[in-house]
């Protein structure tokens, strides 16, 4: 997908959730940009919706209402849902992901699981060696290890080189730091921040961790499914570190 | 990496279970190849014993009794006879495998018992009898080999009723003409067991009855069939045609039976084998339900993972499907050996006859068995919505 100037362009998007008779809304009407190359973190409270945005902004859930733009590209309009296949080829091709829990295979080694997705899907262009994404990641010499002999930290970094590897544009990350202490929370940080900055890459980060939060270059709060008024639901002019997508 | 790569990964993950598993799946193609092997065996075995009885139909002149009861019965009387020209006719017909010719002779012997009794003699050809009853055995001597000799081999029971052995003679009455014992067969439970055999051109000579047969004995070829040669032989002028085919055909309606038996036994261990691979997979689908949501999310489209777990369901398949077939190679003999053991009657010979073409029939039906059970849980699995899990990360 050719980005344009904006990776993500999102307007009043809203998430009811229907229990039984009853209508809960996740999200009320949340409209922002995200500029390519742009690190935004998403902040706060447990059900302040962050999750569900990003769920909906990633393709891993339909919205009730509200359009999606991703690099230019209409994603979805009022009201239209997507297939599970169609929000599957959008993944693929824009998104890599991470999550507090790694989801490694535990029977494949360091670098069997970072190549993983190539066995359903190698984006074109996604030529990077996965060597030397793991090189980057400082774990060139546990190529061969099992996850299982590996430290929580370093699984991340594994379960991060995992959604590099077929080269995205938008890296979404819920809350992974969620499962590592603070050294290791940092770390992951540091290496998330340095993506941003180094490989141009669109980081959306969610996270409990102000520390965390502070490494983006813009922190988006939510509160009952809206965007508070002190965060800034467009990017500053510049800043972000634009990337040629692919 | 390859998805069977992947697959095969995942199934080292709970080895316990996965081994289990492949131990049913290996029990049942075992039991799938014993028992068809015990079924093409039995059957095979079962014939073959049909057939050492010798021949299946009889020709005998119009009118002539065929079995010993009838001729005593007669008091030795009512023979008929045919030319022996009859059995270039016979062997005209290229379903006949081989013929033997034979002349039944019978006399009045006073010394017999304590009234006198029908002494029966039966010529045989010695060049084709006895290959044609190869299941005759001997207590005593062998046959006669020359067609002229003055020579007997008793049954069982007649060799008691002249109290003879080996070397000694034996006087054809009103003919007297001695003859000397070469062999006593073993007891047969048949006919056989009083009579009398005589080379068929001796018998021919001492009862003036040369160029003459009472009856050919007739082997059919295995592929022909035989009420259809029987119809053929009702051709031939003054014969009458007796037939062993139906005995033949109620043991084999009796096997079809069994077979019924075998094949319902056969599907009761598919059904076991495939829902212990149901069972397997399905489980091992919801324990690892938030792992394919992230494969869903890394890539993989809902056949991709129905691939996934499909491919892993065949592999449980095929590797329990050849250790199982490889117990049945390995273990046939202490299957026979159970198998003799448990039936109250078996015939001789292999019982159960393994060969690669049924291991590779059991290997193809276990692969069958492998595609069905894993479409469910294959199903199931593609139908996981990244969503869920990543839901489900957070409870």
Known sequence: ??????????????KIYRRGSEDIPALDGISLKIRRGEFVSFVGPSGSG????????????????????????????????????????IRRSVFGYIFQKFYLLPTLTVLENVVLPFTFFKKAGADKDPLEILRSLGL???????????????????????????????????EPTGNLDSKRSQEIGEVLRRLNENEGLTVLLV???????????????LRDGRIQGGASPEPPDSGANLRECS | MKIYQVAYKNLLRKKVRTGLTLLGI??????????????????????????????????????CPYEAATLMLKGG?????????IVVDVLKHPEVEKITPMLMAAIFDPNKGESGGISAFLGVDPATYPAMKSYLKFTQGAWFADPDATEAVLGYEAAELEQREIGDKLLIPE????????????????????????????????????????????????????TLVEQKLYDLPDVQVVSLAQVKETIMSLISTAKMMVFSIALIAILIAMLGVVNTILMSVFERFQEIGIIKSIGAMPW?????????????????GGLGIGFSFILSKITETLVRSLLPYTPTGSLVVISSGLGLLTMAMVLGIGIISGLYPAWRAARVRPLESIRREGE
């Open chain 2, 77 to 85: 009387t009512g023979l008929r006879y045919m030319n022996d020209s």
């Open chain 2, 175 to 226: 003919k007297n003409v001695e003859l000397r014992v070469v062999g006593v067969l073993s007891r047969t439970g048949t006919q056989d067991d009083g009579t009398i055999f005589v080379p068929l051109r001796t018998i021919q000579k001492v009862f003036e009855q040369e160029g003459k047969l009472t009856a050919i004995g007739i082997k059919v070829k295995k592929e022909a069939n035989i």
């Open chain 2, 26 to 63: 290996a029990l049942s193609a075992w039991v799938l190849v014993s028992l068809f092997g015990f079924n093409r065996g039995y059957e095979r075995a079962l014939n073959r014993d049909i057939d050492n009885m010798g021949f299946q139909v009889l020709v005998t002149a119009k009118g």
């Open chain 1, 207 to 221: 996270t409990h961790n102000p520390a965390l939060a502070r490494l983006a270059g813009r922190t988006i709060e």
């Open chain 1, 1 to 14: 997908m050719n980005c344009q100037e904006w990776a993500l362009e999102a307007t009043g998007i809203t």
């Open chain 1, 140 to 174: 060139d010499k546990r190529t061969n290890h099992l996850p299982g002999q590996l430290s929580g930290g370093e699984m991340q970094r594994v379960a991060i080189a995992r959604a590099l590897v077929n080269n995205p544009d938008i890296l979404l990350a819920d």
């Open chain 1, 50 to 89: 962050k999750t569900t945005l990003i769920n909906i902004l990633g393709c891993l859930d339909n919205a009730t209402s509200g359009s999606l733009s991703l690099c230019g590209k209409t994603i979805f309009t009022e009201r239209q849902r997507l297939s599970e296949a169609d929000l599957t080829r």
């Open chain 2, 304 to 320: 991709d993972v129905f691939k996934l777990i499909w491919v892993e369901t065949i592999i449980l398949c095929l590797l329990g």
